[in-house]
């Protein structure tokens, strides 16, 4: 079993509609990421999350200590969404980080 | 641009050749990490340096695979006698030093290796 698993891998919706992706870890951490990677490989992080719950214009991550459980999602989704999005963890600070297997989302206009 | 930039951003070799790709991180950042991925799936760990100093190493990285940051600046991972396997897109990500701002990683491009 991986330490940090994902949900749904591959999601599809239409314009204008809420997303939510899940990510599961069995570890103890310092911090949770969400990365996104679109077509060529370039990753960008979205979050950094620790307790609680940040936002960023149509962003939400959302995080659960106890359950090891973190949620992301888009409010009103637009075709330009389109990426891969990936959890990761790290497990005390500064330190690597691992990765879940990431969603590939398509928001068709 | 001052982010993490990687060189080159395409490689293509042939089995059994060396291959050398550099990192560039942010400046001032301390911390650089190696990462692989493979098609489909998310990046995994191979290396990082804290400093010049090569703190921790994965498992998958065999002894085709070395990597240096000798001042504490640039980064290169250097592949021997590569395999197919090998074929990858290599990824570098730089951290500011510990208790100095976010923990946060920031990933340079890639590069993306294939061995025909």
């Known amino acids: 079993k991986n330490e940090v698993e994902q949900s749904p891998q591959n999601l599809t919706a239409q314009e204008g509609e809420f997303i939510t992706i899940n990510c599961s870890y069995s570890?103890?951490?310092?911090?949770l990421h969400w990365l996104q990677q679109h077509p060529g490989g370039g990753i960008v992080s979205l979050f950094m999350l620790s307790s609680g719950k940040k936002k960023h214009g149509r962003l939400i991550a959302t995080i659960n200590i106890q359950e090891k459980h973190s949620s992301l999602h888009i409010t009103a989704s637009h075709p330009r969404d389109s990426a891969v999005y990936i959890c990761a963890v790290g497990r005390t600070s500064g330190s690597r980080l691992t990765f879940g297997e990431g969603t590939q989302l398509t928001v068709n206009p | 641009d001052t982010g993490v930039s990687q060189d080159p951003r395409h490689k293509i070799t042939k089995r059994g050749q060396n291959v050398t790709f550099r990192c560039d991180p942010i400046s001032e950042h301390n911390r650089l990490y190696w990462y692989r991925q493979t098609l489909g799936q998310g990046p995994e760990f191979l290396t990082y340096f804290q400093n010049e100093a090569q703190l921790e190493k994965s498992r998958l990285l065999s002894d085709r695979f070395s990597a240096e940051r000798p001042k504490g600046s640039f980064s290169t991972l250097e592949i021997q006698r590569t395999e197919q396997g090998d074929s990858a897109m290599y990824l570098c990500?730089?951290?500011?030093?510990?208790?100095?701002?976010?923990?946060?990683?920031?990933f340079g491009p890639g590069t993306r290796l294939t061995v025909t």
């Open positions: 990500a730089s951290s500011p030093p510990l208790g100095k701002g976010s923990y946060e990683q920031y």
């Open positions: 570890v103890g951490i310092s911090a």
